[in-house]
């Protein structure tokens, strides 16, 4: 019969089934970070046990770190207490740790590929919803809490229910000003952020297997945002020319088998998913969200909505909520909104070709007055690659801070941290009520939008530049 | 994990959609590393979502609980006492650390939801079976749930879900191990032993 992508790497990996529907599912890998884990090794302590498999454990510090300073011990005594016990615990249980001032740092979801420890074909988890990432290279990975971080390293396994299946197609060629992060908030913006609840997305379409990696990880890194815990994208010539030579890729013998046998890994062509979805290109613009939710979504053309508009009296609180939250009012042009902080950076769009999108819109221009704007690459390694092409001197150049990687603004644990009241351009994923900051006001948008933004202190169509 | 039977409360009713974890436990104080005492930071920024003391039900919106994996939303949520939460849809994350924190997550249609919200801020208790899978209120009769058998099961025993797969899954587990290790020998090329 023929069967998903999803179905093939579910169908590898049962261990064993319950008869009411759950699933004994065997898990490869685990990324760890500060934040998710601590209650996990401590759960384990409790009940005298070790990590099933050490080797399939790899463990980062990000979410809590600064992003200056990184030759000073962390300020805040919480967090270099959350650091300090992360790598404490991981020592105490042979797994591998990369140090904050090591090469290897940076967020777990821009890492884990990096350094060849995200594989296609594979089970990966991570406690972190963002974990969905990794589907960009055919693996089947999605996020967890912190008591199955627990369950899987005490047993390499979690008690999972099959999801459906839902196929996001793509048509249509894009215009060159249209990023994958547009293509994902318009699909959210299409569905809604519950609309693949229970699902897992696999994306297909010529505009996908034309994209780069960089580009896949930013599509299936906001499935979460969809309600999707898992979106996949099928390994090809692509995905296998980014992981060959990574240090923990397999190579040689390994590696040729490897590849062979992930060239299975696909949808068959008369695969029937439970639900489809088709997004034409053609016509989309860069987009920005307006609101508290990543469905609340306008192409950069558009103007806030009117909830007077609304027939239905629970989507008109929910606008009217959004826009009070937001301070902004009906009608108004999106390339009217004043904005006073950006943020370059994330899981989401903190790679390499992100930050190259965004000096590439810089030129001769400046950060307008006013602005305060931050470049935070996702990883050591984008941050030294990003040195090497010179892309720092742009920025820096231009009046933004370039600083040390982590995850930053995007979820504002650090000390990097939005006032009351402020206004951002974010490459992040969220613009949920507070998340910057308290009080702090979010739009979410591409690399490209977010550095045009900075520099007009205002929101910008880049395809009018 | 204390086992969940029959629950009797006065129910908390947050009707607003989409309230995510960031909302439930905002991320400045995910850098606590204990997963006790956290119910003093529930809904810290929103002074206007208060679960009123005594409220061991929830009655929430759609999609309660999306947005990131912390565990601290249900944890804090646990500390003030709630032990069930009804909504006509849950982040799935959020929905999967309920069950592990001994919290049952009820999904009902819209109808239902709103006669539950009606009746907690009418002050009426609700009673909550899950063994016989009905919420009972107590003027105006009751309504059937279904949930997952095994999680019921887990719920219903308090389960300790690592010992129960460590005693009964560990041959199973070796053996998948073995097949994987033939099959796909570059899965546990950095193996010690």
């Known amino acids: ?465 | 994990m204390e086992p969940f039977r029959t629950l009797t409360s006065a129910a908390a009713s947050l009707p607003q959609t989409d309230i995510d974890t960031d909302i439930i436990f905002p991320a400045r104080f995910l850098v606590i590393t204990e997963k006790r005492g956290l119910g003093r930071y529930a809904f810290h920024d929103r002074p206007d979502l208060t679960i009123a003391p005594g409220a061991a039900i929830l009655i929430a919106g759609d999609n309660f609980g999306s947005g990131s994996s912390r565990e601290q939303a249900p944890w804090a949520l646990a500390d003030l006492g709630i032990r069930a939460i009804v909504a006509t849809g849950f982040g799935e994350i959020f929905q999967s650390n309920c069950f592990k924190n001994g919290i049952l997550p009820i999904v009902l249609p819209a109808a239902e939801v709103a006669r539950l919200h009606a009746a907690a801020q009418d002050g009426e208790p609700t009673t909550i079976d899950l063994r016989t899978q009905r919420i009972g209120l107590s003027h105006t009769g009751a309504i059937s749930f279904a949930v997952d058998p095994a999680r019921r099961e887990a719920l219903l025993e308090g389960l300790d879900e690592i010992a129960r797969i460590r005693t009964r899954f560990a041959p199973a587990i070796a053996a998948f191990e073995t097949a994987q290790r033939r099959a796909s020998p570059w899965l546990w090329s950095n193996e010690i032993g």
């Open chain 1, 1 to 465: 019969m023929a069967g998903t992508l999803y179905d093939r790497l579910w169908d590898a990996h049962v261990v064993a089934t319950d008869g009411d529907g759950q699933t004994l599912l065997y898990i490869d890998r685990q990324l760890l970070h500060e934040v998710s884990s601590p209650q996990a090794f401590a759960g384990l302590r409790a009940q005298g046990l070790r990590p099933h498999r050490p080797a399939t454990q790899l463990a980062v510090a990000d979410h809590a770190v600064p992003t200056h300073h990184r030759d000073r011990p962390i300020a805040d005594r919480q967090a270099r207490d959350q650091v300090a016990l992360l790598e404490a615990n991981c020592a105490a249980t042979g797994i591998e740790y990369l140090a904050l001032d090591g090469a290897g740092q940076g967020i777990v979801h821009v890492i884990g590929p990096e350094q060849g420890f995200t594989l296609p074909g594979i089970t990966l988890v991570c406690g972190d919803s963002h974990s969905a990432t990794h589907g960009a290279f055919g693996a089947l990975a999605f996020g967890i809490g912190a008591s199955e971080c627990e369950t899987v390293l005490a047993t390499q396994t979690l008690w999972q229910t099959r999801a459906k299946t839902m196929r996001v197609t793509f048509t249509g060629a894009a215009g060159e000003t249209v990023t994958a992060k547009d293509m994902i908030l318009a699909l959210i913006c299409r569905i809604g952020t519950g609309g693949a609840t229970g699902h897992a997305i696999e994306y297909v379409g010529d505009a996908v297997r034309a994209m780069s990696m960089e580009a896949r990880m930013t599509l299936c890194n906001m499935s979460i945002e969809a309600g999707s815990r898992t979106g996949l994208i099928a390994p090809d010539d692509t995905t296998f020319a980014y992981l060959e030579g990574r240090p923990r890729c397999p190579s040689g013998a390994h590696w040729d088998a490897a590849v062979a046998a992930w060239r299975g890994l696909a949808s068959d062509a008369d695969a029937i998913f439970d639900r489809e979805v088709t997004i034409d290109l053609a016509l989309l613009a860069p987009q920005v969200s307006f609101g508290t939710s990543p469905d609340q979504v306008l192409p950069i053309d558009g103007r806030v909505p009117d909830p007077a508009a609304c027939v239905d009296p629970a989507a008109r609180a929910k606008l009217e909520r959004a826009l009070d939250y937001m301070a902004l009012t009906p009608g108004t042009a999106m390339t009217d909104i004043a904005i006073d902080h950006v943020f370059i950076g994330s899981c989401t769009n903190g790679r390499i070709e992100d930050l190259r999108a965004a000096a590439g819109i810089i030129g001769t221009g400046h950060v307008a007055p006013g602005v305060t704007a931050l470049v935070v690459p996702g990883s050591g390694a984008v941050k030294q690659q990003a040195e090497a092409e010179g892309l720092d001197r742009i920025f820096v150049g231009a009046g933004f801070q370039w600083r040390e990687a982590g995850c930053s603004l995007c979820v504002a644990m650090n000390d990097d941290r939005l006032p009351d009241g402020a206004r951002c351009a974010s490459t992040s994923n969220r613009n949920f009520e507070g998340r910057q900051g308290k009080g702090a006001h979010t739009h979410l948008v591409s690399p490209a939008m977010a550095a045009a933004a900075a520099l007009a202190g205002r929101f910008v169509d880049i395809r009018e530049r």
